[in-house]
């Protein structure tokens, strides 16, 4: 076994572990049916593995229903509609000037390389993301824990509605990186970090929320170092990962960004500009 597999699997298995320490983080965003639920599933038997297989096969039964149906919330709603045709004006406009402007600050002053740059391109892809939510149902499954094997399932289904999504927009749009590989827009690394801390988020609040955000934002940051990705593939990355996943966990919640509002902004500049708010009452 190389080195570089040794990597990407101890970077998986730690990935994991950032979905089932959130899960411990705190019963507070919990109701007391959803409380009193995981109290019985602690006191009861293990699941075997065939009772697991079983739940799996049901639950997958289920599955296209409930990705058309989450897909049909997500991208018919307006203000999802809103955010997205923003970020993809915003795409538009940095790609006259503002990409190369931003390729050449990182080609001075690019920040990541060897185990760093290699440790953020493992724990942000899907594949991580899927694995890691894929162990989260097995135990959840395993201790008959119905809310945390919920939330793995929804965790899965955000995910899975952002990769089909960004897989096809790439292939539509089919531009090349800085560094000349195909399909740049948008960054599926970025979509898929931000749906991951949008999902957390919801669940779990602003202590498990903000800190998945920032690990988001490096990720993308990460993407335009190494040149994988233009400015513009990562704005519209992040932005289509964080309306997918607050679509899909938070249903008919209002969007937050960790526990914040959301409001219009429009600077006082003399070039128009459009961007947002972030207001939280204490």
């Known amino acids: 076994m190389n080195i570089r597999l040794k990597i990407q699997i101890l970077l998986v298995i730690f990935s994991a572990s950032m979905f089932l320490g959130s899960g411990c983080v705190s019963n ?14 602690n006191s009861t038997s293990k699941a075997s593995l065939k009772e697991i297989m079983e739940e799996a096969k049901n639950d997958l039964k289920k599955w296209p229903d409930r ?30 000037e503002t990409d190369d402007e931003i390729k050449e600050y990182f080609d001075k002053y690019d ?81 898929s970090s931000f749906t991951l801390a949008s999902v957390l988020d919801e669940y779990y609040g602003p202590k498990v929320g903000i800190p998945a955000y920032a690990f988001a934002s490096l990720v993308g940051y990460r993407m335009m170092d190494t040149g994988d990705h233009w400015g513009s593939d990562v704005v519209f990355g992040a932005t289509l990962g964080w309306v997918v ?10 969007h937050k960004i960790a526990g914040f509002d959301i409001v ?15 207001v939280k009452q204490f």
Do not use: C
């Open 67 to 96: 990705l058309w149906n989450d897909s049909k919330a997500t991208f018919t709603k307006n203000e999802n509609i809103a955010a997205l045709l923003v970020a993809g004006g915003a795409s538009i406009a940095m790609n006259q």
């Open 245 to 254: 996943g607050h679509t899909v966990a938070g249903q008919d919640k209002d």
């Open 28 to 41: 507070s965003n919990l109701s007391k049916e959803q409380s009193s639920q995981i109290q019985d599933a």
């Open 111 to 191: 920040k990541f390389h060897n185990w760093k740059d290699e440790s953020l391109y493992i724990l942000g892809s899907p594949t991580a993301h899927f694995t890691a939510s894929s162990i989260w149902y097995y135990l959840s499954a395993r201790d008959r824990d119905t809310v945390n094997k919920e939330r793995a399932w929804t965790m899965r289904t955000a995910l899975t509605i952002t990769w089909l999504t960004t897989a096809a927009l790439k292939t539509a749009r089919n531009n090349h990186t800085p560094n000349d590989k195909n399909r740049a827009w948008p960054s599926g690394h970025t979509s």
């Open 264 to 278: 219009p902004f429009v600077p006082d500049t003399e070039k128009p500009a459009l961007g947002i708010g972030l």
